[in-house]
């Protein structure tokens, strides 16, 4: 077992996030599923079956964007880091990270303060809170801002050769 700090927080947060994904993903399914089925022998359904979807779908995304930047899944534009020296990239790399960081971290303390705003807001049948909503969106921005702090110090601490040595490589499609 690594004791790696990029290792220990890379797995703690994929599997936070695989059991988010899983749960909601498995939740909102069973849910479904027994909605239509009750509703094609009985004709009628469950009255909360439509909003509990509603209300795990955006931790379903959040976790899944958390996952995706982990593994670098998102697009990325690299023609002007590829156009530096090594330790222009470094530098940069390091910078902009810490910039992401910031950004992400900013948007975590900006909902964390609408918490109260939304907490009032009531789902109709159900009366759960909007903050369980933008709870996952500032647990998600926080991760990705952890996550862009790590990239960060590890674009710091990169051998300036390593960096200037190694082709891009070509990420294969998604599908």
């Known amino acids: 077992m690594s004791t790696e700090p990029r290792g220990l927080i890379d797995r703690a947060i994929g599997t936070l996030c695989q059991l988010v994904l899983w749960l909601s993903t498995s939740m909102i399914f069973v849910i479904l599923v ?25 931790w379903l995304v959040m976790a899944g964007v958390v996952i995706a930047a982990q593994q670098g899944a998102h697009i990325a534009t690299t023609f002007l880091m590829e156009a530096l020296p090594a330790t222009g990239r470094r530098v940069v790399a390091t910078a902009a990270w810490l910039v992401v960081a910031v950004l992400y971290g900013t948007l975590a303390g900006a909902t964390w303060r609408m918490l109260d705003i939304v907490h009032d807001e009531k789902s109709p049948i159900l009366q759960l809170p909007g ?7 500032m647990a998600g ?8 702090l790590q ?12 960096v ?3 082709e891009p490589p070509v990420p294969a499609a998604h599908w």
């Open 141 to 148: 921005m926080a991760l990705l801002g952890l996550l862009a």
């Open 34 to 58: 027994a909605n239509t089925v009750l509703r094609y022998l009985t004709g009628s359904s469950l009255q909360w079956a439509n909003e509990v979807p509603e209300l795990l779908f955006p």
């Open 164 to 166: 200037a040595d190694a």
């Open 151 to 162: 990239s960060a110090w590890h674009a710091w601490r990169a051998p300036p050769a390593a």
């Open 131 to 137: 903050s369980i909503t933008y709870g996952c969106v």
